[in-house]
């Protein structure tokens, strides 16, 4: 049955395929993970790479990596792609709430706190960027998350690009939530 699913597939669902593939995939009449399926494995490495293998490979159900069930999670994280880019910081500070909300909601849940917030920036033209600040404590609650992603936010550097995608992780995480009189202190990057 695994392998009649994935033929159905539209290209921009199978993992590790984002727009630009799925642009140049379009281009040459891939649209679905039948039409995937079609193409050989020297084709695939001839139009993509080191990639094509990989695939080839998933365009038949076939992915060796091993499922790790119990894996330690190592960070939580959100973030938004917009359907119109983004050019004033007053719009990406807004933008910001829903997926600071997410990422604490999650936090908040699990008890889970970490020590460094990291922004994640993707223009118009597909450059990316991240920032990051840590702390010397966990944080304590949504306010500290904010904070932290609204002070990077304000130190980029001006730029005519777009923001094409926003985002917000939490990383060096402990499950320990701090005393509620524990002051963080965050320093800047080295």
């Given amino acids: 049955m695994g392998e009649a699913f994935v033929e159905t597939l539209p290209v921009g669902r199978f993992h590790g395929v984002g727009p630009a593939t799925v642009a140049k995939m379009e281009r040459l009449a891939i649209h679905t ?5 079609a193409q050989s494995l020297a084709f695939l490495q001839e139009r993509f790479g080191k990639i094509g293998p990989y695939y080839y ?3 038949r159900g076939i992915d060796h990596r091993p499922v790790r069930a119990n894996r330690i999670r190592k960070s939580v994280g959100a973030e938004n792609t917009f359907s ?22 999650h936090c908040d849940a699990t008890g889970t706190r970490g020590r460094t917030v990291t922004l994640k920036v993707k ?68």
């Fill in 84 to 105: 119109s880019d983004l050019f004033a910081e007053g719009e990406m500070r807004e933008a910001l709430g829903p997926i600071i909300d997410k990422v604490w909601r």
């Fill in 57 to 59: 490979g998933i365009s």
């Fill in 123 to 190: 223009y118009a033209d597909f450059r990316q960027i991240t920032r990051a600040l840590s702390s010397t404590a966990p944080v304590r609650d949504r306010t500290d998350i904010e904070n932290a992603a609204f002070r990077l936010l304000a130190d980029l550097p001006a730029d005519a690009r777009g923001v094409r995608l926003l985002g917000v992780t939490l990383s060096g995480l402990t499950g320990d939530a701090p005393p509620i009189d524990r002051e963080a202190q965050f320093a800047l990057p080295l």
């Fill in 33 to 37: 993970g039948a039409d995937l399926k």
